[in-house]
């Protein structure tokens, strides 16, 4: 059974930089898309950018493209996401998720597996 576990949230005032961690488990990843999602308080869940696992090759939605990276460890089955210039806007939980057909999409209905999540909380 594939499990994500997530790390690195915590609190930070704007203009600081965070780095989330999400270590996977149970399975072969090689094949799988990952990617980075946050929900706040009464949104949606919103894509922040994924990555394919085999190639690196990575995407990221417009509100955070430029600030946000995402990246990955192939020998500790960890991805990352840098986070730079925070604002309070990106208070949320954070989460990372793994799609098995390798998809590559940036809708929440295509990924199969889910961490827990992350509080990150940015004060002005």
């Known amino acids: 059974q594939v499990q994500l576990v997530e790390s690195g949230g915590g609190l930070v005032q704007a203009g600081d930089s965070l780095r989330l961690s999400c270590a996977a488990s149970?399975?072969?990843?090689?094949?799988?898309?990952m990617a980075w999602f946050r929900q706040s308080p009464g949104n949606e869940r919103e894509f922040l950018g994924n990555?394919?696992?085999?190639?690196?090759?990575?995407s990221y939605a417009d509100s955070v493209k430029g600030r946000f990276t995402i990246s990955r460890d192939n020998t500790k089955n960890t991805m990352f996401l840098q986070m730079n210039s925070l604002k309070p806007e990106d208070t949320a939980v954070y989460y990372c998720?793994?799609?098995?057909?390798?998809?590559?999409?940036?809708?929440?209905?295509?990924?199969?597996?889910w961490g827990q999540g992350t509080q990150v909380t940015v004060s002005s």
């Open positions: 149970g399975g072969t990843f090689t094949k799988y898309s």
């Open positions: 998720a793994a799609d098995y057909s390798g998809s590559y999409s940036t809708s929440v209905s295509e990924y199969d597996y």
């Open positions: 990555i394919r696992w085999n190639s690196g090759f990575t």
